[in-house]
Protein backbone atom coordinates (compact mmCIF):
# COMPACT_ATOMS: atom_id res chain seq x y z
CA UNK A 1 0.00 0.00 0.00
CA UNK A 2 1.21 3.26 -1.26
CA UNK A 3 2.49 5.62 1.92
CA UNK A 4 -0.45 8.11 3.30
CA UNK A 5 -3.32 5.21 2.53
CA UNK A 6 -2.58 3.72 5.97
CA UNK A 7 -6.22 5.31 7.46
CA UNK A 8 -8.04 2.98 4.78
CA UNK A 9 -10.00 0.12 6.01
CA UNK A 10 -8.54 -2.65 3.59
CA UNK A 11 -10.21 -5.73 2.82
CA UNK A 12 -9.38 -9.68 2.72
CA UNK A 13 -11.02 -12.38 1.12
CA UNK A 14 -10.16 -15.93 2.30
CA UNK A 15 -10.87 -19.03 1.02
CA UNK A 16 -11.26 -22.39 3.21
CA UNK A 17 -11.13 -20.24 6.24
CA UNK A 18 -13.75 -22.35 8.01
CA UNK A 19 -10.62 -23.81 9.83
CA UNK A 20 -6.84 -24.85 10.10
CA UNK A 21 -4.64 -22.16 8.21
CA UNK A 22 -7.38 -20.58 7.24
CA UNK A 23 -9.08 -20.04 10.39
CA UNK A 24 -5.73 -18.67 11.66
CA UNK A 25 -5.58 -16.34 8.91
CA UNK A 26 -8.61 -14.67 8.81
CA UNK A 27 -7.94 -13.90 12.84
CA UNK A 28 -4.78 -12.77 12.38
CA UNK A 29 -5.57 -9.92 9.66
CA UNK A 30 -8.86 -9.17 11.93
CA UNK A 31 -6.68 -8.41 14.18
CA UNK A 32 -4.44 -6.37 12.28
CA UNK A 33 -7.88 -4.26 11.35
CA UNK A 34 -8.92 -5.88 8.01
CA UNK A 35 -12.53 -6.36 7.17
CA UNK A 36 -12.56 -9.68 6.07
CA UNK A 37 -14.48 -11.95 3.66
CA UNK A 38 -14.49 -15.69 5.27
CA UNK A 39 -15.65 -18.34 2.31
CA UNK A 40 -15.79 -21.62 3.13
CA UNK A 41 -17.29 -24.90 1.08
CA UNK A 42 -19.54 -25.06 4.30
CA UNK A 43 -21.55 -22.08 4.58
CA UNK A 44 -22.41 -22.92 8.57
CA UNK A 45 -18.76 -23.25 9.11
CA UNK A 46 -18.15 -19.59 7.08
CA UNK A 47 -20.90 -17.63 8.90
CA UNK A 48 -19.33 -18.90 12.27
CA UNK A 49 -15.87 -17.73 11.71
CA UNK A 50 -17.22 -14.03 10.17
CA UNK A 51 -19.33 -13.53 13.45
CA UNK A 52 -16.47 -15.27 15.68
CA UNK A 53 -14.32 -12.40 14.05
CA UNK A 54 -16.52 -9.69 15.61
CA UNK A 55 -18.69 -6.74 13.75
CA UNK A 56 -17.55 -6.03 10.12
CA UNK A 57 -16.77 -8.95 8.66
CA UNK A 58 -18.68 -11.03 6.32
CA UNK A 59 -19.20 -14.72 5.24
CA UNK A 60 -18.98 -15.70 1.45
CA UNK A 61 -19.77 -19.39 1.41
CA UNK A 62 -19.09 -21.72 -1.98
CA UNK A 63 -17.01 -23.85 -4.23
CA UNK A 64 -13.38 -22.09 -5.28
CA UNK A 65 -13.57 -24.72 -8.43
CA UNK A 66 -16.68 -22.79 -9.54
CA UNK A 67 -16.57 -20.23 -11.74
CA UNK A 68 -19.91 -18.75 -10.74
CA UNK A 69 -19.17 -19.15 -6.90
CA UNK A 70 -15.77 -17.59 -7.52
CA UNK A 71 -16.96 -14.14 -9.04
CA UNK A 72 -19.82 -14.38 -6.60
CA UNK A 73 -17.63 -14.10 -3.71
CA UNK A 74 -15.54 -11.56 -4.81
CA UNK A 75 -18.48 -9.30 -5.97
CA UNK A 76 -20.56 -9.94 -2.49
CA UNK A 77 -16.53 -8.90 -1.18
CA UNK A 78 -16.52 -5.64 -2.94
CA UNK A 79 -20.40 -4.94 -2.47
CA UNK A 80 -19.98 -5.26 1.37
CA UNK A 81 -16.70 -3.28 2.33
CA UNK A 82 -16.34 -1.44 -1.24
CA UNK A 83 -12.44 -2.94 -2.26
CA UNK A 84 -10.74 -5.55 -1.98
CA UNK A 85 -7.18 -5.58 -0.85
CA UNK A 86 -5.80 -8.98 -0.21
CA UNK A 87 -6.35 -12.73 -1.50
CA UNK A 88 -5.31 -15.83 -0.02
CA UNK A 89 -6.16 -18.90 -1.66
CA UNK A 90 -6.26 -21.84 1.27
CA UNK A 91 -8.95 -24.03 0.36
CA UNK A 92 -7.72 -27.26 -0.26
CA UNK A 93 -8.71 -30.85 0.04
CA UNK A 94 -6.29 -34.14 0.20
CA UNK A 95 -6.36 -36.71 -2.27
CA UNK A 96 -6.83 -39.54 -0.47
CA UNK A 97 -3.25 -40.50 -0.05
CA UNK A 98 -3.06 -43.53 -1.63
CA UNK A 99 -0.57 -45.02 -4.54
CA UNK A 100 -0.78 -43.67 -7.79
CA UNK A 101 -1.47 -47.32 -8.93
CA UNK A 102 -4.74 -47.26 -6.98
CA UNK A 103 -5.94 -43.56 -7.16
CA UNK A 104 -9.58 -42.63 -9.00
CA UNK A 105 -9.67 -40.16 -12.07
CA UNK A 106 -12.30 -38.25 -9.99
CA UNK A 107 -10.37 -37.87 -6.98
CA UNK A 108 -7.35 -36.89 -8.95
CA UNK A 109 -9.16 -34.14 -10.87
CA UNK A 110 -10.98 -33.16 -8.21
CA UNK A 111 -7.99 -32.32 -6.19
CA UNK A 112 -6.41 -30.75 -8.58
CA UNK A 113 -9.38 -28.65 -9.46
CA UNK A 114 -10.03 -27.38 -5.89
CA UNK A 115 -6.43 -26.12 -5.56
CA UNK A 116 -5.75 -25.13 -9.45
CA UNK A 117 -8.72 -24.06 -10.65
CA UNK A 118 -9.81 -22.26 -7.40
CA UNK A 119 -6.73 -20.78 -7.03
CA UNK A 120 -7.07 -19.41 -10.98
CA UNK A 121 -10.56 -18.59 -10.38
CA UNK A 122 -10.63 -16.62 -7.88
CA UNK A 123 -6.94 -14.70 -8.52
CA UNK A 124 -8.97 -13.88 -12.21
CA UNK A 125 -11.74 -12.52 -9.97
CA UNK A 126 -9.82 -10.38 -7.75
CA UNK A 127 -7.05 -9.18 -9.60
CA UNK A 128 -10.02 -7.54 -11.83
CA UNK A 129 -11.23 -5.37 -8.92
CA UNK A 130 -8.11 -5.33 -6.52
CA UNK A 131 -6.31 -1.43 -6.50
CA UNK A 132 -2.50 -1.24 -7.10
CA UNK A 133 -0.93 -2.00 -3.43
CA UNK A 134 -2.73 -5.40 -3.47
CA UNK A 135 -1.29 -8.87 -2.38
CA UNK A 136 -2.34 -12.27 -2.94
CA UNK A 137 -0.67 -15.32 -1.51
CA UNK A 138 -1.39 -18.92 -2.40
CA UNK A 139 -1.02 -22.02 -0.27
CA UNK A 140 1.53 -24.07 -1.42
CA UNK A 141 3.38 -27.68 0.31
CA UNK A 142 6.40 -29.13 0.62
CA UNK A 143 4.19 -31.82 -2.02
CA UNK A 144 4.56 -29.34 -4.48
CA UNK A 145 8.16 -28.78 -4.67
CA UNK A 146 9.60 -32.58 -3.83
CA UNK A 147 8.31 -35.80 -4.74
CA UNK A 148 6.23 -37.34 -1.40
CA UNK A 149 4.52 -40.93 -2.43
CA UNK A 150 1.51 -41.43 -2.20
CA UNK A 151 0.41 -37.98 -2.97
CA UNK A 152 0.06 -38.19 -6.73
CA UNK A 153 -3.06 -35.93 -7.20
CA UNK A 154 -2.20 -33.00 -3.75
CA UNK A 155 1.09 -33.18 -5.74
CA UNK A 156 0.06 -32.07 -9.17
CA UNK A 157 -2.13 -29.52 -7.88
CA UNK A 158 0.24 -27.80 -5.46
CA UNK A 159 2.78 -27.87 -8.40
CA UNK A 160 -0.03 -26.24 -10.13
CA UNK A 161 -0.19 -23.17 -7.49
CA UNK A 162 3.52 -22.85 -7.24
CA UNK A 163 3.65 -22.35 -11.07
CA UNK A 164 0.49 -20.03 -11.30
CA UNK A 165 2.56 -17.83 -8.23
CA UNK A 166 5.06 -17.53 -10.78
CA UNK A 167 3.05 -16.73 -13.58
CA UNK A 168 0.51 -14.51 -12.26
CA UNK A 169 3.69 -12.46 -10.18
CA UNK A 170 5.46 -11.72 -13.51
CA UNK A 171 1.97 -10.64 -15.62
CA UNK A 172 0.59 -8.38 -12.34
CA UNK A 173 3.34 -6.90 -11.41
CA UNK A 174 2.22 -4.02 -13.98
CA UNK A 175 -0.75 -3.52 -12.34
CA UNK A 176 0.90 -3.29 -8.78
CA UNK A 177 -0.13 -6.77 -7.46
CA UNK A 178 1.96 -9.02 -5.61
CA UNK A 179 1.44 -12.46 -5.67
CA UNK A 180 3.58 -14.82 -3.67
CA UNK A 181 2.93 -18.11 -1.71
CA UNK A 182 3.88 -20.15 1.41
CA UNK A 183 5.04 -23.97 1.30
CA UNK A 184 4.21 -25.11 4.57
CA UNK A 185 5.58 -28.43 6.22
CA UNK A 186 2.86 -30.54 8.06
CA UNK A 187 0.79 -27.88 9.99
CA UNK A 188 -0.60 -29.25 13.35
CA UNK A 189 -4.44 -28.65 11.97
CA UNK A 190 -7.50 -30.51 13.59
CA UNK A 191 -7.28 -32.66 9.98
CA UNK A 192 -3.61 -33.51 10.47
CA UNK A 193 -4.36 -34.07 14.51
CA UNK A 194 -7.13 -36.53 13.15
CA UNK A 195 -4.74 -38.26 10.45
CA UNK A 196 -2.40 -38.88 13.30
CA UNK A 197 -5.00 -40.13 15.44
CA UNK A 198 -5.98 -42.60 12.79
CA UNK A 199 -2.36 -44.03 12.10
CA UNK A 200 -2.37 -41.94 8.60
CA UNK A 201 0.18 -39.75 9.34
CA UNK A 202 3.60 -40.58 11.02
CA UNK A 203 4.14 -37.78 13.84
CA UNK A 204 7.20 -39.27 14.61
CA UNK A 205 8.66 -39.77 11.33
CA UNK A 206 7.73 -36.15 10.42
CA UNK A 207 9.11 -35.23 13.60
CA UNK A 208 12.76 -36.71 12.72
CA UNK A 209 12.72 -35.86 9.19
CA UNK A 210 12.52 -32.21 10.52
CA UNK A 211 15.41 -30.09 11.70
CA UNK A 212 13.26 -28.40 14.03
CA UNK A 213 11.70 -31.54 15.45
CA UNK A 214 8.32 -30.50 15.47
CA UNK A 215 5.11 -29.70 13.29
CA UNK A 216 4.00 -26.27 12.69
CA UNK A 217 1.06 -24.56 14.39
CA UNK A 218 -1.48 -23.03 12.33
CA UNK A 219 -0.72 -19.47 13.91
CA UNK A 220 2.80 -19.76 12.19
CA UNK A 221 1.96 -19.82 8.54
CA UNK A 222 -0.53 -17.24 9.22
CA UNK A 223 1.73 -14.77 10.89
CA UNK A 224 4.01 -15.30 7.27
CA UNK A 225 1.04 -14.46 5.55
CA UNK A 226 0.49 -11.75 7.30
CA UNK A 227 4.28 -10.49 6.43
CA UNK A 228 3.66 -11.23 2.74
CA UNK A 229 0.51 -9.33 2.18
CA UNK A 230 1.99 -6.29 4.55
CA UNK A 231 3.81 -3.28 3.32
CA UNK A 232 7.08 -5.00 5.11
CA UNK A 233 7.24 -7.21 1.85
CA UNK A 234 6.40 -4.28 -0.51
CA UNK A 235 9.19 -5.64 -2.78
CA UNK A 236 8.32 -9.36 -2.85
CA UNK A 237 6.82 -10.76 -5.35
CA UNK A 238 6.91 -14.47 -7.12
CA UNK A 239 8.24 -16.49 -4.05
CA UNK A 240 7.50 -19.54 -2.79
CA UNK A 241 8.37 -19.09 0.94
CA UNK A 242 9.07 -22.45 2.98
CA UNK A 243 7.32 -22.36 6.16
CA UNK A 244 8.90 -25.52 7.00
CA UNK A 245 11.24 -25.98 9.91
CA UNK A 246 13.56 -26.88 7.49
CA UNK A 247 12.15 -29.94 6.05
CA UNK A 248 12.67 -28.79 2.46
CA UNK A 249 16.12 -28.17 3.09
CA UNK A 250 17.27 -31.14 5.02
CA UNK A 251 19.05 -33.68 2.88
CA UNK A 252 20.99 -35.69 4.68
CA UNK A 253 20.25 -39.94 4.81
CA UNK A 254 20.17 -39.93 8.17
CA UNK A 255 17.24 -38.70 11.11
CA UNK A 256 17.24 -35.09 11.85
CA UNK A 257 18.34 -35.81 15.66
CA UNK A 258 21.65 -37.15 14.42
CA UNK A 259 22.76 -34.00 13.24
CA UNK A 260 26.48 -32.96 14.78
CA UNK A 261 26.18 -29.38 16.09
CA UNK A 262 29.97 -28.66 17.99
CA UNK A 263 30.02 -26.02 20.04
CA UNK A 264 26.45 -24.93 20.80
CA UNK A 265 25.16 -23.56 23.69
CA UNK A 266 22.25 -25.59 24.49
N1 LIG B 1 -2.19 -28.81 7.23
C1 LIG B 1 -1.04 -29.01 6.59
O1 LIG B 1 -0.16 -29.74 7.09
C2 LIG B 1 -0.76 -28.30 5.28
C3 LIG B 1 0.54 -28.34 4.77
C4 LIG B 1 0.83 -27.69 3.56
C5 LIG B 1 -0.18 -27.01 2.88
N2 LIG B 1 -1.44 -27.00 3.40
C6 LIG B 1 -2.47 -26.29 2.63
O2 LIG B 1 -3.01 -25.26 3.42
C7 LIG B 1 -4.38 -25.06 3.08
C8 LIG B 1 -5.24 -25.18 4.32
O3 LIG B 1 -5.02 -26.46 4.90
P1 LIG B 1 -5.62 -26.88 6.32
O4 LIG B 1 -4.77 -27.95 6.84
O5 LIG B 1 -5.88 -25.66 7.13
O6 LIG B 1 -7.01 -27.54 5.84
P2 LIG B 1 -8.37 -27.79 6.65
O7 LIG B 1 -8.95 -29.04 6.09
O8 LIG B 1 -8.18 -27.66 8.12
O9 LIG B 1 -9.26 -26.54 6.17
C9 LIG B 1 -9.54 -26.36 4.80
C10 LIG B 1 -10.90 -25.68 4.67
O10 LIG B 1 -11.15 -25.54 3.26
C11 LIG B 1 -12.52 -25.82 3.03
N3 LIG B 1 -12.70 -26.24 1.64
C12 LIG B 1 -12.41 -27.46 1.10
N4 LIG B 1 -12.74 -27.47 -0.19
C13 LIG B 1 -13.25 -26.24 -0.48
C14 LIG B 1 -13.78 -25.66 -1.66
N5 LIG B 1 -13.87 -26.36 -2.79
N6 LIG B 1 -14.21 -24.36 -1.60
C15 LIG B 1 -14.13 -23.66 -0.45
N7 LIG B 1 -13.65 -24.18 0.70
C16 LIG B 1 -13.23 -25.45 0.68
C17 LIG B 1 -12.88 -26.89 4.03
O11 LIG B 1 -14.28 -26.94 4.26
C18 LIG B 1 -12.06 -26.50 5.26
O12 LIG B 1 -12.80 -25.69 6.16
C19 LIG B 1 -4.70 -26.11 2.00
O13 LIG B 1 -4.55 -25.53 0.72
C20 LIG B 1 -3.65 -27.17 2.24
O14 LIG B 1 -3.39 -27.93 1.07
C21 LIG B 1 -1.76 -27.61 4.58
Given at each position: MAKGTDHIVKAALIT????GIGLATAQRLAREGFRVAVNDLDPIKAADVAMSLGKGHIAVPG???SENDAEQMVDETIGA????DVLVNNAGIGD????ALEQQIDRFRRTLSVHADGCFLLSRAAARVMPRGSAIVNLSSIAGQMGIPNRIGYAAAKGAVSMMTRVLACEWAALGIRVNAVAPGYVRTALVDGLIADGQIDAKGIEARTPMRRLAEPVEIADVIAFLVS????????AIL?????YAAFGAP?????IDVVGGAG
Open positions: GAGADVAFGRLGAIPDQASYVTGPVDGGFDSAE
